[in-house]
């Protein structure tokens, strides 16, 4: 214990903020407040199982969306704010909020539908002075939230704000925050679009999130976080573990008994875990009783849920076919694909069942989640119901795909395309292949340009540059990137298929 401390201690590849939080962890991780049972801990052990390094007592939810439109209404008395009356006092009070606001990674996961919040004083004051707030209020975040996964939102109607975001987001070129675009051809001009485009290619955001799917699961009043999480605004997701489907269909002796045995045993075992944690975050921590993100409003205990994650889909269904080559199993394969779609309608089923002990907005269920992975996961793992890296089929495949797997995960998934620098000659073209891909189905479109400094890893977003600067053994002020380092060192995450 004492040398594992040290090595955080000593590490100088870390900034202090990034000590202070490897250590907090460490330490969070070591607690054993919420005993497992011998099931669990074995579960784990054989890498089944995974809680994502979320600790055993959880005093904060995983990610926490609040409804910031109270505080553009009302202020904080907590925070000892009043209602903004301009947009610099409107970017002030919510940057100031945003340090208020956990979630596991320690900064906020959601920055609030800024177009929609920022347009009424955006409107009010010249058009240069307005871009200078908004670039100011865009470099802060960037050098204060300094975690890739903090996610911000705008659209689907088309707006002043908006464009000035998406401007100054290639301007500025950097990480951080993600971006989505709530994307409804009814709703969303074509012209605003192609701006989204234009700059989803050149610096990897905004990814588009299909507004009609996202509206009828959750409401109008929805939020994408962190990664591409989809959560209801004034709620969040208590807990997010996953089922690694990989080593789940390792444990089978063949088909028949991985969906008669195997997947509901570790189903199970997840949805017990998951309750656990969400009874002892509400019923025991501090958080829904004195946090004041709950006693003014910003949220309530009713809108949050549970998020089932897993991963491997891929690997697991070429597993079960004893399929050896990825270019000839899933997402190639009609039987493959076929299979998969049987795995994740089992799951579901069995999750959809399951009575959990708190949520009540959703009728007391969890939601399923296509978690994107983690450094460590390797190659035997790919993000949630993607293809395996390098091994993805050509594009309208791999939309066609997406469209049937998509729809299970209401609290997210989504697919990324790696294209040619030739794409930013027609956006337009691009927009096409969205609409499509969206109006079939497909939950969440992500792309960017094969040579750019901002990339998209599975979710999050890191700079090249930044990398170097990890390999160079130099800090670097995204906590992210060493994540992304991981990734593309132990998964080729980097190294998707070019369209």
Same mark, same amino acid.
């Given at each position: ?135 100011? %209020? ?99 997701? %208590? ?48 958080? %829904? ?14 809108? %949050? ?195």
């Amino acid at each position: 214990m004492h040398e594992q401390v040290l090595e955080i201690i000593k590490d100088k590849q870390l900034t202090y903020a990034q000590q202070l939080l490897a250590l907090a962890r460490y330490a969070e991780n070591l607690d054993q407040t919420i005993q497992l049972s011998a099931e669990l801990i074995q579960a784990k052990k054989d890498g089944v199982l995974c809680d994502l390094n979320e600790g055993t007592a959880p005093y904060r939810p995983r990610y926490i969306i609040p409804d910031y439109q109270l505080l553009m209404e009302k202020g904080s008395n907590f925070l000892q704010l009043d209602a903004p009356t301009d947009l610099w006092e409107a970017c002030n009070s919510l940057l100031i909020m945003y340090k208020h606001v956990p979630s596991i990674t320690s900064f906020p996961v959601y920055l609030g539908n800024l177009d929609e919040l920022l347009e009424p004083f955006v409107l009010k004051i010249d058009k240069d002075e307005a871009k200078k707030c908004l670039r100011l %209020f865009l470099i802060n975040i960037d050098r204060t939230l300094t975690d890739s996964f903090v996610h911000a939102n705008i659209g689907p109607k088309a707006s002043l704000t908006g464009e000035l975001l998406l401007e100054l987001t290639q301007e500025i070129n950097a990480a951080i925050p993600n971006l989505t675009l709530k994307y409804d051809p009814q709703i969303t001009s074509d012209d605003f679009a192609i701006k989204a485009v234009s700059c989803m290619l050149k610096v990897a955001k905004p990814s588009f999130a299909n507004h009609k799917m996202f509206t009828k699961e959750w409401s109008e009043k929805y939020a994408v976080a962190s990664c591409y999480n989809g959560l209801t605004i004034g709620g969040g997701g %208590f807990t997010l573990p996953r089922i690694r489907l990989y080593e789940c269909a390792k444990k089978a002796t063949d088909i028949n008994d991985f969906f008669e045995r195997v997947l509901p045993y570790y189903v199970k075992l997840q949805l017990k875990e998951m309750d656990d944690r969400v009874k002892f975050l509400v019923e025991e921590s501090n958080f %829904f009783k004195s946090n004041f993100l709950v006693t003014e409003g910003f949220v309530h205990v009713d809108n %949050f849920t549970g998020m089932f994650g897993l991963v491997g889909l891929a690997e697991a269904v070429n597993t079960l076919l004893s399929i050896k080559d990825p270019d000839l199993g899933y997402g190639h394969n009609d039987q493959a694909n076929a299979l998969a779609i049987k795995i994740l309608d089992k799951i579901n089923a069995q999750v959809q069942a399951h009575q959990a002990p708190y949520g009540k907005r959703f009728d007391n269920h969890y939601r399923l989640h296509a978690q994107v992975g983690i450094d460590s996961d390797g190659r035997q793992d790919s993000p949630g119901v993607r293809c395996p890296i390098d091994h993805e089929p050509d594009m309208i495949d791999q939309i066609i795909l997406a469209q049937k797997t998509h729809p299970y995960f209401p609290t997210g998934a989504g697919d990324i395309f790696k294209v040619e620098e030739t794409w930013l000659n027609t956006p337009e073209s691009m927009l096409d292949i969205i609409k499509g891909a969206l109006n079939g189905g497909m939950r969440y479109f992500s792309s960017y340009c094969a040579n750019n400094d901002v990339v998209r890893v599975t979710g999050y977003l890191v700079k090249r540059s930044e990398l170097e600067k990890l390999d160079q053994k130099k800090q670097s002020l995204n906590n992210a990137s060493v994540f992304g380092q991981g990734a593309r060192d132990k998964s080729d995450s980097l190294n998707r298929r070019v369209y």
